[in-house]
């Protein structure tokens, strides 16, 4: 789901993850079905504007198609619609959607309100480029329309595209993470690592078995490895302080050089002495290594949420998911989980604002939350009891972390695109024992040194 995966947005996979490559959950064209009962729609007397006022005039709504589909958005339009009969709802949607939509967007014609996923797509761009509406004061108080405090909600903040103002809300939540089976591990009598010194351990137990390697990864895609394996053993390392990451995307002199980053790398380094990562791993892309994966040749993999829906033909019978947000924590420390969002905002010349915020106090609501889980088979940033729904074995296990005290979420990390790209050669070649700790932190100083003096430029 290399889109989004996303995350990275930056610059954005990464680009939108960068993740305009091709394998991150949100990122393709298929549509998702799912049978749910219908929701109980709000009676149409019941407006959702401000005051109890009726929503009036046009109201266009863009939202890209991928791998969540279009079931929920579908959903929630119809439903907003029948409770505000005299709006004229638009649907502006597809898996091409933002190339067909950014000449309007250019032109200063865009919709109302827009789903920043997919390719083509990037929140930090259109910020950068003034297209979204600063809504930092409305959200400050927002309510949906279950009268809650829309922030209360989030499990991922709004991220600060600028400092102290807020321009879009995360919508969805993935997390990059380490999977295994458990089904395998029950036979095998292991138990899920809750640190970095039981991975470990069990590691040697695996190696000794040798019937299949630790921990494989995707060369190819390097930034699997950073998402599911380095960053979130950053927070850990920094005392779960998460201003770590603010720092890293004010591109600070010095970041990549500090001791929670350098710890992290040491870790990595650790794994790769001991003959715990899989010696074909750069070689490797997304599908051929969590395919190997799924076949045992591997009892784990760093990746993401989507990785049920994206290798759904090729999950073996008695395949069960496990799920681990981070695995570089110290024993009794608490998990970290490194979340990719998709976001919602409302565009800076949008021609019904009003009708904009009201949908998006319709759709911040635990209702919504749980429609989506069972839609678009994946989390959204709204806390969530999943338990009773329809939605997947693994998003169920996913939402007990996120909402759990024991896990401590991190912001995200939205870095210039040039500056990924040094950082995924920089990992690999770590892996690979061809650089060490200082010369991968090296490396990443001097790229944050160039982008930093081209944009003083």
């Given amino acids: 789901m ?7 947005a930056w610059g954005m996979l990464l680009s939108t993850v960068m993740f ?31 005051g ?29 619609q029948k ?43 259109m910020v950068t480029d003034d297209q979204l509406m600063d809504i930092t004061d409305w959200l400050k108080d927002a309510k949906n329309v279950d009268g809650k405090k829309i922030l209360d909600l989030l499990i991922a903040p709004p991220e600060e595209y600028k400092p102290g103002k807020a321009y879009a809300v995360p919508l969805v939540f993935g997390s990059w993470g380490t999977f295994y089976d458990k089904a395998l591990f029950k036979s095998k009598g292991w138990e899920a690592p809750a640190d970095f010194e039981s991975f470990m351990a069990l590691g040697e137990k695996i190696k000794a078995d040798g019937q299949m390697s630790d921990y494989i990864h995707t060369g190819v895609y390097p930034y699997y490895i950073n998402g599911g394996l380095l960053d979130p053993t950053i927070i850990a390392m920094n005392n779960y302080d998460t201003s770590i990451f603010k720092k890293i995307n004010g591109l600070e002199k010095g970041v990549w050089k500090s001791e929670p980053v350098m710890k992290s790398l040491a870790k990595i380094v650790e794994m790769r002495d001991k003959g ?30 989507w990785v049920e829906s994206e290798m759904s033909k090729d999950i073996p019978a008695g395949f069960e998911f496990g799920f681990l947000p981070s695995i570089g924590q110290e024993k009794g420390d608490k998990f970290v ?10 565009a800076k010349k949008a021609k019904n604002p009003e009708a904009a915020k009201a949908f998006m106090r319709f759709i911040f609501t635990e209702k919504q939350s749980k429609l989506w889980a069972e839609l678009s088979k994946a989390p ?49 070649a770590l892996t690979k024992g061809e650089i060490t700790p200082q010369q991968w932190a090296d490396r990443m100083e001097e790229a944050t040194e160039k982008i930093r003096a081209k944009e003083k430029k």
Avoid at 278 to 304: E, M, R, V, Y
């Fill in 380 to 428: 959204s940033n709204i806390k969530a009891d999943l338990e009773g729904t329809k939605a997947p074995a693994l998003t169920k296990e996913a939402a007990k972390f996120y909402n759990s005290p024991n896990t401590v979420v991190a912001p995200e990390i939205v870095i210039p695109e040039e500056l990924v790209t040094a950082r995924n050669n920089a990992t690999i």
């Fill in 83 to 125: 409770m505000n009969p005299d709006l004229k709802i638009k649907e502006s949607a597809g898996a091409k959607i933002n190339d067909q939509m950014k000449p309007r967007w250019l032109q200063g014609n865009p919709p109302d309100f827009v789903y920043i996923d997919g390719a083509g797509s990037n929140t930090r761009q």
């Fill in 20 to 50: 305009t490559l091709s394998g991150c959950g949100s990122n393709k064209a298929s549509t998702i079905s799912a049978s749910v009962e219908p929701v109980q729609s709000a009676k149409p007397a019941d407006s959702a504007a401000p």
């Fill in 276 to 305: 715990l990562i899989d010696k074909g791993s750069p070689a490797l892309n997304h599908t051929d290594s969590q395919s190997q994966w799924l076949q045992h040749k591997a009892a784990f993999i760093p990746t993401g949420i």
């Fill in 52 to 80: 109890g006022s009726k929503l009036t005039g046009d109201f266009e709504v863009q939202y890209f198609v991928g791998g969540y589909g279009d079931a929920w958005w579908k959903q929630a339009v119809a439903d907003f």
């Fill in 2 to 8: 290399e889109n989004s995966k996303k995350v990275m």
């Fill in 337 to 346: 989980a490194n979340p990719y969002t998709a976001t919602v905002a409302i």
